[in-house]
T-cell receptor, first 110, second 113 residues
Framework: DAKTTQPPSMDCAEGRAANLPCNHS???????VYWYRQIHSQGPQYIIH???NNETNEMASLIITEDRKSSTLILPHATLRDTAVYYC???????????FGPGTRLSVLP | DAGVIQSPRHEVTEMGQEVTLRCKPI?????LFWYRQTMMRGLELLIY????????DSGMPEDRFSAKMPNASFSTLKIQPSEPRDSAVYFC???????????FGPGTRLLVL
């Protein structure tokens, strides 16, 4: 499965959009991009996933570049409760071997 | 649904003792996963089951670790004998049909002295 690269940390002002980038330059055609987050002392929580089209749900939007070598998770109006570590994972659909890298520690500031 | 349930939430034990961690997946889910999280190694997949059958245990660190799933509603992860380097947070997760969403439990914080 393709590896991912994320910035170790980011800050965002409360109420503003948080844009979290992820590079996955070795992604293959049948691999999806998944995003999970982990709020302090809790288990990881699924956010969104996509293959090549942009996706949106009640939590976030996922923008995948046309060459699929990178993606951006967008939290449109970040709140203090969005402070967490965000993980970008690339995996074949129905693959189970999730590999969680160090992720991006997002701090939403008041 | 109550979500994935893990017990105990905290465990402190002495080196050499047997430790058993328990997990109840979400009802109807057919996949169950065990993860370990440490500061040094991050979140690692240890083993996962499908329909109570272990599918991939390549992440299990060594023979001191064993996992069972006797039925669809219960799984255990056992460490015998425990060592200080086993200190970590152990998460259980479940999913339905091998889909994209794994639901994680609150974790068991294990400290081996």
């Amino acid at each position: 499965d393709a590896k991912t690269t994320q910035p170790p940390s980011m800050d965002c002002a409360e109420g503003r959009a948080a844009n979290l980038p992820c590079n996955h330059s070795t992604i293959s055609g049948n691999e999806y991009v998944y995003w999970y987050r982990q709020i302090h002392s809790q288990g990881p929580q699924y956010i969104i996933h996509g293959l090549k089209n942009n996706e949106t749900n009640e939590m976030a939007s996922l923008i995948i570049t046309e060459d699929r070598k990178s993606s951006t998770l967008i939290l449109p109006h970040a709140t203090l409760r969005d402070t967490a570590v965000y993980y970008c994972i690339v995996l074949k659909y129905y693959g189970q071997n999730f590999v969680f890298g160090p992720g991006t520690r997002l701090s939403v500031l008041p | 649904d109550a979500g994935v349930i893990q017990s105990p939430r905290h465990e402190v034990t002495e080196m050499g003792q047997e430790v058993t961690l328990r997990c109840k997946p979400i009802s109807g889910h057919d996949y169950l996963f065990w993860y370990r999280q440490t500061m040094m190694r991050g979140l690692e997949l240890l083993i996962y089951f499908n329909n109570n059958v272990p599918i991939d245990d390549s992440g299990m660190p060594e023979d001191r670790f064993s996992a069972k799933m006797p039925n669809a509603s219960f799984s255990t992860l056992k460490i015998q004998p425990s060592e200080p380097r086993d200190s970590a947070v152990y998460f259980c997760a479940s999913s339905y049909g091998g889909g994209e969403t794994q639901y994680f439990g609150p974790g068991t914080r294990l400290l081996v002295l």
